[in-house]
């Protein structure tokens, strides 16, 4: 029997606030053990939780950048469970009123488009780290405890591993170009559990589903998915039955492995928390986020096709990222040649930050040294290669270009005895070439246009070189 | 002259008139402490600490600066209040070695006005208690007679105020847990309306219903401690932002044309004859005295005792789970694994009480009996919320007696948990309801200890009860006051 795959993922994003969400620690990565927490967050006795609202705000932008409703009314409530790196013994979360229900993110998957429909996105608390060391038994880094979470929830849509995996980088453009999170998978600010189950082709009864817990690489959500597959689909080609368990993942194995069935699963005790009274959320505050909002790649890669003429590639190249997509617009709105920029961008630009630690926003070559250098070509001043490397110079001196190119004495010659002189003498320098040219071999032009170039330092206005060595050569 | 026999104000006149120094105030109440140890009403003398801040409290006095009121004069808290450096033990042998590295807002706003801290009372262990039966560090004796309970779970700081160990102390209500001791010493209890005062640093029993309030020996000094601790506090989210009226000033020596709210179904609950006729004679009083009585509707309250133990047992639960043996307190010495780790230390860290408090919490929590307790009691809290604030439309204070009946004896109730959860059935509707109220005594049973009666305001009200309980203090009486 043919089998349907059906896949549910819960997506945990950490989001990039200040401070953390219920005490004023900073929200940071790789601070020592045990150095970034304080009573609050750490549940110390006494200690009370109050809300950071920067982190609704952040929660709100991603609600509606993904179709949720957003609660006018929402309650954080405690699930209680023991774990050493749950410190008050409780994780505050949401669970009877989210903030955000409902949702949809739209992914297209081999030129066609799906609809992933999402349960809700609410906000909770991060756990800190257990550390397992071979010689101290195992040590607690509370760091991280009360590092804001959102929690995104979607329905059974999925179908593969390839759509899973399309969801999780789509949210993760999202998050990232909401400026909300870092989405660094590495340092762990996107996590998720995957809910997988099989049904056979054309059923639309759900079969047994396992969770694959906490994973947290794009990669292991791909294998973890495709060894759940199979190792059901043996299960039910055997004519046994799946049980519903959740499942621990291991990357070094690469196999699922039980961690705890049904009847062993923990009852969280939810219940409303009396430290933090419930939120209420104004029509005109969710207005004033929704008004600050960018606009997501999508719109902007249709915007880039459509008016600017970029060709697909270059439109989703430049629109993948926000800062990338922001500088872009900038420049288009000092110097309307979206072709020409966005060459610039892709071949020069995002090469020089790459490696660099550097953002667009803040690199020296700004949007009006780029067009000012642009326009520099345009009006025959210099050639596209010295224009290159007139953007590697003042990238690192943070010139002016038209300086930079004065100062380098790059400015292009357009003077035609000047270059006719130069011409002149390579060919006298080189008869053996002159032949060859005679005889027709179309090399010993670009021979000589590049030795020309050469002796120019590539200031000769290229088109005047090639018209001149045609014209004395064939004197 | 024996300087602890002073109220607070007395004793905060003769600083400033400079006939006493804070050190040696100070100093009476430490040597005082020492004598009746057997009373067993701290858990913690904080004697070197104490007399630094007395010292420097004189020197801020004898400058003849402005200085803000409680400079200089000794007071205990109760050990459920953070205290930094000092050990805060909540009364359980989990806590024992717990020094918190933080001060609750409560301690802030007393160390801002150099009031000098004497110690921390015994009490219930976690606050769960009405008899003081129940801490780690043992009974806490009644200072009016030793063979009786001072009540709980405040009981030392009840039993500190009535021995004189201090000017006045602070305790914390969650059901009753200041009011209830007040009335078996004798004394003045109140408890604020939820969110007057900052729970931030007060260690958790039941967070809806926690509040921090003094214990006194008269009305005026009930009122000078509340305008110190009581304000909202940007750590604690349950605080209420509102413009506090001056405690000190709400005194105008009259109660004509007070309304007073009578509700049968509330006096009938149970109460014993001699402290009905004490209830009765004070209701009597009042109306004297130019009050109106108002018969007001109270049909459901008779829930508020099961509401009480569903809801605050299911945030104990919660709260106290952090108690693990993890990362502070008892670790339980020979575990094989994690869960062991958790249950032995558990075990031996918590006091029966407590455990049963959580284990009735876990279960009205779990999944399956959820909706039909913990969901039930919330509808019911509500349901008896309304009724206050409909009874407040029509009347300013409501009477009842603070307790069913006078203290009982060590021992007594010990075996019937239940007998000994009814004691608070007085004072419970007030924590569910959220409002304040105030204990004052009114009389004296069979057995010679004290009758209290509470008066109850609506929400924020704590000026009209101030008032009304000065005017009781000061002019009425009965035999043998």
Redesign the interface.
């Known amino acids: 029997m043919k089998y349907q795959t059906v896949i549910g993922l819960e997506i945990h994003a950490e989001l990039c606030t200040e401070s953390k969400v219920f005490c004023s620690c900073k929200n940071g990565f790789g601070f020592s053990p045990n150095t970034n927490c304080c009573?609050v967050c750490?549940?110390?006795?006494?200690?009370?939780?109050?809300?950071n609202s920067k982190v609704y705000e952040y929660a709100i932008k991603a609600g509606l950048s993904m179709g949720s409703k957003i609660s006018k009314y929402s309650v954080f409530e405690?699930k209680?469970y023991?774990y050493?790196d749950l410190?008050?013994?409780?994780q505050i979360s949401q669970l009877e009123y989210p903030l955000c229900i409902g949702g949809h993110i739209e992914l297209e998957l081999n030129g066609v488009t799906k609809i992933i429909r999402l349960n809700r996105i609410h906000v909770e608390e991060d756990a800190g780290k257990l550390i397992h060391s071979e010689n101290k038994g195992s040590l607690?880094d509370f760091n991280r405890c009360s590092v804001p979470l959102i929690e995104m929830v979607t329905e059974p849509d999925l179908r593969s591993a390839q759509e899973a995996v399309a969801l999780l980088e789509k949210i993760r453009q999202i998050l990232v170009y909401l400026g909300i999170s870092t989405g660094k998978m590495e340092q762990g600010a996107m996590r998720c559990d995957v809910n997988v189950s099989l049904m056979p082709e054309g059923s639309s009864v759900y079969g047994t589903r396992t969770e694959l817990k906490n994973i947290s690489s794009f990669r292991s959500v791909f294998a973890g998915i495709e060894y759940e597959v199979k190792r059901q689909t043996d299960i039910l080609e055997k004519g046994g039955k799946v049980i519903q368990e959740t499942r621990r993942w291991s990357d070094e194995k690469m196999q699922s492995f039980a961690m705890r069935n049904k009847e062993e699963s923990q009852?969280y005790?939810?219940?409303p928390d009396?430290?933090?009274?419930p939120i209420t959320v104004t029509p005109e505050y969710v207005q004033s986020i929704m008004a600050k909002l960018p606009r997501l790649p999508e719109q902007r890669i249709k915007q880039y096709v459509t008016e600017y003429n970029l060709p697909i590639y270059d439109a989703t190249l430049i629109a993948s990222e926000r800062e990338t997509a922001e500088y872009f617009e900038d420049c288009l709105a000092l110097y309307n040649k979206p072709k020409e920029i966005s060459n610039f961008i892709m071949s020069d630009i995002l090469r020089l930050i790459k490696g660099q630690n550097q953002s667009l926003k803040n690199i020296p070559v700004n949007p009006k040294k780029l067009t000012d250098l642009l326009k520099m070509v345009s009006d025959g001043k210099v050639n596209v290669t010295v224009a290159k490397t007139v953007l590697e110079e003042i990238w690192k001196t943070d010139e002016d270009p038209e300086k930079a190119v004065v100062r380098m004495g790059l400015m292009q010659v357009n003077d035609m005895a000047e270059i006719e002189k130069i011409v002149r003498e390579i060919i006298a320098q080189n008869p053996q070439a002159v032949e060859e040219f005679k005889a027709g071999k179309s090399k010993a032009l670009a021979f000589f246009v590049g030795q020309i170039m050469k002796a120019t330092k590539g200031k000769a206005n290229p088109q005047i070189v090639n018209e001149l060595v045609i014209k004395l050569i064939n004197i | 002259m024996d300087y602890t026999l002073l109220t607070l104000l007395e004793a905060s006149k003769l600083l400033k008139d400079r006939k006493v120094t804070s050190v040696e105030l100070t100093k009476s109440f430490l040597q005082k402490i020492e004598q009746t140890k057997k009373l067993n009403t701290l858990i913690t003398i904080c004697k070197a600490d104490a007399l630094a801040t007395a010292e420097k409290a004189d020197k801020i006095i004898q400058s003849g600066v402005a200085y803000p009121a409680l400079t200089g004069l000794p007071i205990i808290i109760k050990d459920n209040i953070s205290t930094k450096g000092v050990r805060t033990t909540c009364g359980s042998k989990f806590l024992k070695n717990y020094i918190p590295p933080y001060n609750a807002t409560v301690v802030e706003k007393l160390n801002a006005q150099n009031a000098v801290l004497l110690g921390k009372a015994n009490m219930d262990e976690f606050a769960m208690g009405g008899s003081n039966e129940h801490s780690a560090y043992g009974n806490v004796l009644n200072p009016l007679n030793n063979e009786y309970v001072p009540g709980g779970s405040s009981g030392g700081s009840a039993s500190a105020v009535g021995a004189n160990l201090c000017l006045a102390s602070l305790g914390s209500d969650t059901g009753g847990s200041i009011r209830q001791p007040a009335a078996y010493c004798g004394l003045i209890g109140l408890k604020p309306t939820y969110g007057l005062v900052s729970r931030f640093g007060l260690v958790a029993f039941a967070s809806s219903l926690d509040q921090i309030g003094p214990l006194t020996k008269t009305v005026k000094d009930s009122a000078l401690l509340l305008s110190v601790i009581a304000g909202s506090d940007e750590k604690d989210s349950t605080s209420e932002k509102f413009k506090l009226p001056d405690y000190n000033k709400c005194f105008t020596d009259s109660i004509r044309g007070l309304k007073v709210g009578i509700s049968k179904e509330y006096l009938n609950l149970f109460m014993s004859d001699e402290t009905k006729v004490s209830v009765n004679s004070v209701i009597e009083f009042l109306k004297q005295h130019g009050a109106t009585l108002v018969d007001i509707n109270l049909k459901n309250i008779d829930l508020s005792l099961s509401v009480y133990y569903v809801v605050a047992c299911a945030e104990a639960a919660s709260n106290l789970s952090r108690f693990d043996g993890v990362k502070y307190g008892v670790r339980a010495k020979d575990y094989k694994n994690l869960s062991e780790l958790y249950f032995k230390s558990r075990t031996q860290g918590f006091g029966e009480e407590v455990k049963r408090r959580i284990m009735l919490g876990n279960f009205v929590l779990s999944s399956g009996y959820f909706d039909a307790y913990y969901k039930r009691a919330k509808k019911a809290q509500q349901a008896i919320k309304c009724e206050f604030e409909k009874a407040f439309n029509i009347c300013d204070v409501i009477i009842s007696p603070t307790t069913p009946s006078t203290a009982f004896k060590f021992g007594e109730k010990t075996d019937n948990p239940v007998e000994m959860y009814a004691a608070d059935v007085y004072t419970v509707p007030v924590n569910i309801a959220e409002l304040p109220a105030i204990s004052i005594p009114c009389g004296k049973g069979q057995n010679n200890m004290p009758i209290g009666i509470q008066l109850i305001g609506k929400k924020f009200s704590e000026c009209t009860l101030l008032n009304t309980a000065d005017y009781i203090e000061k002019h009425y009486s009965w035999e043998g006051k």
């Open positions: 009573p750490t549940g110390l006795p006494g200690a009370l939780p109050v809300l405690r209680n023991f050493p410190p008050k013994a409780y607690i009852s005790r939810y219940f009396p430290d933090l009274l």
